[in-house]
């Protein structure tokens, strides 16, 4: 048979056998939750109504699916001052009130997972911690509200009491993104832990009872482990641009190669290329020729890559039919 069981803030299912007993059920619940044996529970339901052994089986049968709460047991003496001395009306009026009000702020204490039987003074030192727990807190939760998801995340809490492996997930990606966008690509252990501290302090149901600070499964700084150290690492691996492969440019061999005119002289366009070429066909002097050769390489070029033109060449240029050495023009 499996019961579900609170205690504190979180919830767990025990399972028993058939026929089991009252006192087993109060070995099998300090197993399951650590506690030590020497501990004395006492139990509630839903109502809060306290669940005597006489009533504790009959009470299952007819509710199987009903959550029990299970507390540590507060000792009468916590409650009877009386029982070692014999002060005034007055003073003992005082006295009782006083213990009531302790006991009842220890059980809340309880509640909210803090132990009991604090000084005043433990309490005041903890004050800083429990500022920078709210104020976690808020960051995670205006984190939340302002990024799409969000809301459907605490929403989902506030119905549940808990989160779905999903919802979890999508919880993570979300404070990594806005954790990024806040303090870069790679935070620092103090902001992720704060993180963390949020992330638990919002959603109590979280907290791990059985590590440290209760949130190392979130990020636990010495190890550098967790769900938000995880998603960190995966953020970080898919924006690290690679340098991309430059694709070698083929070139065409042969004929077809385009040569440049880099180490020729200036090169002759438009009506000083036609008085060039003319030049050409008239000139005796082969220097002079050579020259007006190399600057005018390039329309050749223009010609011999033109297939409609290519014949062209030698009507154009006829120099190279007579003139000795211009072959390294021709192309």
């Known amino acids: 048979m499996l019961l579900k069981v609170k205690y504190l803030n979180v919830k767990k299912y025990i399972k028993l056998h058939a026929g089991f007993t009252y006192l087993e059920f109060i070995s099998e619940a300090k197993t399951k939750f650590g506690l030590p044996d020497a501990a004395d529970l006492d139990i509630f339901d839903e ?6 052994e006489d009533i504790f089986l009959e009470l299952l049968e007819a509710q199987p699916d009903l959550c029990l709460t299970i507390r540590e047991k507060i000792s009468d003496e916590d409650f009877c001052p009386l029982a ?5 009306s007055s ?5 009782l009130t006083d213990t009531i009000s302790l006991s009842s702020s220890d059980s809340d204490l309880r509640e909210k997972g803090i132990p009991a039987g604090r000084s005043r003074s433990s309490k005041d030192s903890s004050a800083p911690n429990v500022s920078v727990s709210e104020a976690a807190k808020e960051m995670v939760k205006n984190a939340l509200t302002r990024k799409p998801g969000g809301e459907e995340i605490l929403e989902e809490y506030n119905a549940e009491n808990s989160l779905s492996h999903r919802t979890r997930r999508q919880l993570v990606n979300i404070l990594a993104s806005d954790m990024t966008e806040r303090h870069g690509r790679i935070p620092s252990r103090k902001q992720k832990e704060k993180y963390a501290l949020g992330i638990i302090t919002l959603f109590p ?3 791990d009872p059985f590590s440290p600070n209760g949130y190392e499964h ?4 010495v190890k550098g482990t967790g769900y938000v150290a995880w998603r960190l690492k995966t953020m970080s691996r ?5 340098p991309v492969k430059e694709v070698p440019v083929h070139q065409e061999q042969g004929p077809k190669r385009r040569r440049l005119a880099t180490t020729l002289p200036q090169q002759l366009d438009g009506d000083a290329c036609k008085e060039a070429i003319s030049f050409l066909v ?9 020259q007006k050769m190399k600057m005018t390489f390039q329309h050749r070029q223009d010609l011999v890559h033109d297939p409609q033109r290519t014949a062209d060449v030698f009507k154009t240029f006829p120099r190279f039919l007579d003139v000795k050495s211009l072959d390294i023009f021709n192309c």
Do not use: I, Q
């Not at 109502?47 to 005597?52: F, K, L, R």
């Not at 003073?91 to 006295?95: I, Q, Y």
């Open 282 to 290: 008239h000139s005796p002097d082969e220097a002079s020729v050579f």
């Open 205 to 207: 149901s979280l907290k």
């Open 218 to 221: 979130f990020y636990d700084g």
């Open 84 to 88: 070692h001395s014999t002060p005034s």
């Open 91 to 95: 003073d003992t009026l005082s006295s």
């Open 47 to 52: 109502t809060d109504t306290a669940v005597e």
């Open 238 to 242: 898919s924006t690290t641009k690679r």
